[in-house]
């Protein structure tokens, strides 16, 4: 009975978590949009030397925000945890890096998309003329660096069936072993690639010169599936102008 009784208490835990969860309504009447972020994924959403919040998708949450009369809170999340936490109602909309999937898209409301992207290899550039192709990089003596929980992860699981998987906790572990040669690659998303490629010249050099096959993609906002007028809002501020004036600014293709 005691095993019942938890039961009963997981499921209705879980049922509450859905039934509370804030509808568009809501959030106007709170006055906040909460956004959730990684915060490991430059140029969108990174922590700089000082520590602060800032990046292309921090830039754009401050803009919707405005644009919609609301007060923007920034709350921390991690790629395993993204899901979980928006079914868990601790923010309206994740931000800072989200991949359009079908996973996401079944579960989840999703924006129109905010800027293309797709998969690449990132060496350290002494090295980054060796891998210039997936078979190139999936042999015995490679070490490829991935952190756990996003797309990432599941480019890696899904095609590296040779190479040594060194398994790390979030993307600057990832960045930092590409950095000091403890790993000879990672694989990551053309915008971040560039990213660091442009901030850390001679450091990180993207090794593919053309997006890795089937890996095109974009990145998007995503939202609870039953918050169709939130994802009617979101979708046509980004019909406006400030999506490619930010763009513009953080040097990204849309």
């Known amino acids: 009975m005691k095993k019942l009784s938890l039961g009963i208490m997981a499921l209705a835990l879980i049922s509450s978590q859905h039934a509370f969860?804030?509808?568009?309504?809501?959030i106007k009447q709170s006055g906040e949009l909460r956004i959730g972020v990684p915060?490991?994924?430059?140029?969108?959403?990174f922590h700089d030397k000082q520590g602060q919040l800032v990046g292309y998708d921090v830039d754009m949450a401050k803009s919707l925000?405005?644009?919609?009369?609301?007060n923007v809170t920034f709350v921390a999340t991690s790629w395993p945890t993204l899901s979980e936490d928006l079914v868990a109602d601790k923010?309206?909309?994740?931000?800072?890096?989200?991949?359009?999937?079908?996973?996401r898209a079944a579960q989840f409301a999703l924006s129109s998309?905010?800027?293309?992207?797709?998969?690449i290899a990132l060496a350290n550039c002494q090295q980054a003329k060796k891998f210039p192709t997936l078979d190139a990089i999936d042999r015995e003596t490679v070490k490829v660096i991935v952190n756990p929980g996003g797309t990432n992860q599941s480019f890696v699981d899904a095609n590296i069936k040779k190479a040594q998987i060194i398994r790390t906790k979030d993307n600057v572990a990832n960045l930092q072993g590409v950095r000091d040669q403890s790993a000879d690659i990672m694989f990551?998303?053309?915008?971040?690639?560039?990213y660091y490629q442009s901030k850390e010249p001679g450091v990180f050099c993207v090794a593919t010169p053309e997006i890795l096959p089937g890996t095109g993609s974009y990145k998007v906002y995503m939202m609870a599936k039953d918050n169709q007028p939130l994802l009617e809002q979101?979708?046509?501020?980004?019909?406006g102008e400030t999506k490619s004036t930010l763009a513009h600014q953080w040097q990204i293709s849309e």
């Open 188 to 194: 990551t998303d053309l915008i971040e690639g560039d």
């Open 39 to 45: 915060g490991d994924y430059a140029p969108l959403a």
């Open 113 to 119: 998309p905010v800027v293309k992207n797709g998969k």
């Open 91 to 103: 923010f309206d909309i994740a931000m800072g890096g989200v991949t359009e999937t079908a996973g």
């Open 21 to 26: 969860a804030k509808s568009w309504q809501d």
């Open 234 to 239: 979101v979708n046509q501020w980004l019909s």
């Open 65 to 70: 925000a405005d644009s919609l009369k609301l």
